[in-house]
Structure formats: structure tokens, C-alpha cells
């Protein structure tokens, strides 16, 4: 198929990875030849290591679109990359292996795996409210009333509040506090989903990186 030019800036997150002419077929060639009609709405691209990216296909039909497999003239280590000038690195997806037609729309290209369904889970489960254990009220005691031997009638002394020192309280809740044994089984829960979520987002903002770099 005829080779198609184009001079851009592969740049991934505001850093300069590589520039000059990327030689390559026009993604609109290889759709026309496979055959494409008027349903068709967006492009899906598929990478060696399972990383995928979607574009639109007004996007794609751009003609400085291209599926390179040279830089400069020389081929490129990558074998095939997308190429999508002033795009951010993450859309030139390289190593492809598949592309595909897809009647389902896309407002903007969009790049990812299939881990992004699990961040999004453990997202929704960690913004859940857990329920705070009830607070233990201080303990009041009062001092008991004596009856007296004698006839006379005295006055009866209102009870006297005493209220327990601060060292005490502690001790008292420490003694009646008893978390609820789901309680526990909840917070471990969280705390393990969100170790998984963040090594999730750290894996996958370093897939991305790589596949900007290789």
C-alpha cells in the first residue's frame, strides 16, 4: 500500500519521547480496504500486552492518521504504532496487534484495559460509609442514702454525682468496648481493596508510560 509521512512529536504526559517522520499506511486505507460502512463509529486497537485504545471514527478517517512502522526511515523496534499528532502518548499505541470495527460510540479517543473495570469496583466499594461503633457513655455514680437510727425526720441529701477522672474513663471503655465481629471483617475488607486499588492505578499508569516509551 502506498507510504504516507507525517512529521509529529510523540510526547507522553509533557515529555518529549521521540520526533521526526513517521512513515506508515493512512488508517484510512487499511478501513476502506477492509471494508467499512456507515454504522461504523469508532476504531478499537488492541496491543501485544492486552493495552487498548479507542478512537472515533471522524478521527480516524483524518488523513495524517497513520499505523507507522518506520521513524526517519528506520524501522521501528515497535514493529507498528498509531500515530495521532498532538495526541498525548498513551493514544499512539504501539505493538498492535488487532484492529477493529465497532458500532458503539466514542465522544473523545480513550485508552485503558480491562483492569479499569476493577479500579472502578473497589472505587464504589471504598466510598461506601462504614458505620462508626457507638459511643460508650461515662459511668455516674452516686452515694447510697443512710437511714438514721433516730426519730427525727432529717432532710434526705440529694444523691452526689461523681464523675470519674479522666484515667478511669479510659479504662472503662477499653473494658465495655466490643466491636462487632462484621465490624471487623468490614474494615479489614476496605483496608485490603484499597491496597488492590492503588497497586491497580500504579500498574496501570505504568502500563500507559510503557507503552508511550516502547
Known amino acids: 500500500m502506498p507510504k504516507t509521512t507525517v512529521s509529529a512529536d510523540l510526547s507522553c504526559y509533557g515529555n518529549l519521547i521521540s520526533s521526526g517522520a513517521w512513515g506508515g499506511v493512512k488508517l484510512s486505507d487499511l478501513l476502506?480496504?477492509?471494508?467499512?460502512?456507515?454504522?461504523?463509529?469508532?476504531?478499537?486497537?488492541?496491543?501485544?500486552?492486552?493495552?487498548?485504545?479507542?478512537?472515533?471514527?471522524?478521527?480516524?478517517?483524518?488523513?495524517?492518521?497513520?499505523?507507522?512502522?518506520?521513524?526517519d526511515g528506520a524501522p521501528l523496534t515497535e514493529i507498528l504504532r498509531l500515530v495521532v499528532p498532538e495526541a498525548n502518548g498513551n493514544i499512539w499505541i504501539a505493538r498492535i496487534t488487532s484492529?477493529?470495527?465497532?458500532?458503539?460510540?466514542?465522544?473523545?479517543?480513550?485508552?485503558?484495559?480491562?483492569?479499569?473495570?476493577?479500579?472502578?469496583?473497589?472505587?464504589?466499594?471504598?466510598?461506601?460509609?462504614?458505620?462508626?461503633?457507638?459511643?460508650?457513655q461515662p459511668r455516674v455514680v452516686t452515694q447510697p442514702i443512710v437511714p438514721s437510727n433516730e426519730t427525727t425526720i432529717?432532710?434526705?441529701?440529694?444523691?452526689?454525682?461523681?464523675?470519674?477522672?479522666?484515667?478511669?474513663?479510659?479504662?472503662?471503655?477499653?473494658?465495655?468496648?466490643?466491636?462487632p465481629f462484621e465490624f471487623v471483617w468490614v474494615l479489614f475488607g476496605v483496608i485490603v481493596m484499597v491496597v488492590v486499588a492503588g497497586f491497580v492505578v500504579y500498574s496501570r499508569k505504568k502500563t500507559q508510560l510503557l507503552n508511550c516509551k516502547y
Open 154 to 179: 432529717e432532710p434526705v441529701t440529694p444523691p452526689t454525682i461523681v464523675t470519674i477522672p479522666q484515667s478511669e474513663q479510659k479504662i472503662v471503655v477499653k473494658e465495655d468496648l466490643v466491636f
Open 99 to 136: 484492529i477493529s470495527m465497532s458500532i458503539s460510540p466514542v465522544d473523545q479517543v480513550q485508552s485503558g484495559t480491562s483492569r479499569q473495570s476493577i479500579i472502578n469496583q473497589y472505587q464504589a466499594i471504598i466510598n461506601t460509609t462504614t458505620p462508626a461503633p457507638e459511643q460508650i
Open 32 to 71: 476502506d480496504q477492509a471494508g467499512i460502512d456507515s454504522s461504523v463509529a469508532t476504531i478499537d486497537f488492541t496491543a501485544q500486552d492486552g493495552y487498548s485504545v479507542s478512537i472515533p471514527i471522524n478521527t480516524a478517517m483524518r488523513t495524517d492518521i497513520i499505523v507507522a512502522y518506520d521513524l
